[in-house]
């Protein structure tokens, strides 16, 4: 059983999924923190509906970045935590926590990296006529969503779409993908070995790791 620290900023359904995973013995864990930087979000609520530990360490509470990931890092340091999920985290993050954390940090990121790092990932999709798009499930390296990717779930576009609706989709993807991943880190068949990740024979994402999604 490992011992999970979820970050969020705002909604959590990504937290939902995987506490469910966590609650049905899908993932080999638990959740033993999560920790908010913006108070009163829906994400807090989902943690409490799941009586699980959580927190708000707000980043505007801190002078500067560095003192926010100080106080951040000895927060989850104290949980000693087999893996962090940065569900919806939007913060970014400096080299002191991801240093702190190397190996055991993960990302998922509303696009097929290395397409869109960053923000507004979706409607730079549909501005630019793409024909794919998707989420992508990454090891968390000093970088802008650049760390080692893990897994990716794409989708075929409907140009007709609203970027609300696009929004949609890729939540059923992001519900459906990570616990998977964070079920395999758990169970030893994913992990990362330098600056490369390493799957195990059994693991289902070392043979595949783009999964095509009709959602």
């Given at each position: ?9 705002g ?24 920790i ?10 989902r ?10 360490i ?25 893996l ?34 960053g923000?507004?990932?979706h ?13 992508t ?5 000093e970088?802008?969503?650049s ?9 075929k ?7 609300a ?5 890729i ?5 459906a ?6 079920a ?29 999604f009709?959602?």
């Open positions: 059983m490992i011992k999970i620290v979820v970050l969020i900023s909604n959590g359904s990504n937290l939902e999924a995987i506490a469910k995973a966590c609650q049905n013995n899908s993932i080999p864990g638990s959740i033993e923190l999560v908010s930087n913006k108070p009163d979000v829906k994400g807090l609520e943690a409490q509906k799941y009586h699980l530990m959580s927190q708000t707000n980043h505007t509470d801190f002078s500067s970045r560095e003192d926010f990931d100080q106080a951040l890092t000895e927060r989850v340091l104290s949980i000693e935590p087999d962090v999920v940065l569900a919806g985290f939007m913060r970014i993050l400096t080299t002191q926590f991801t240093n702190a954390f190397a190996g055991k940090l993960i990302n998922i990121h509303p696009s097929l990296l290395p397409e869109y790092p923000l507004d990932t409607k730079q999709a549909l501005e630019n006529g793409d024909l794919m798009h998707g989420v499930i990454h090891y968390v390296d970088g802008l969503d760390g080692p990717i893990i897994a990716q779930g794409a989708l576009i409907d140009p007709s779409q609203s970027e609706k696009l929004a949609q989709r939540h059923k993807i992001e519900h993908l990570l616990p998977k991943v964070i395999e880190i758990a169970k030893g068949l994913i992990s990362l070995k330098g600056k490369e990740v390493k799957f195990e024979s059994k693991s289902y994402f070392g043979k595949n790791n783009m999964e095509f009709n959602v």
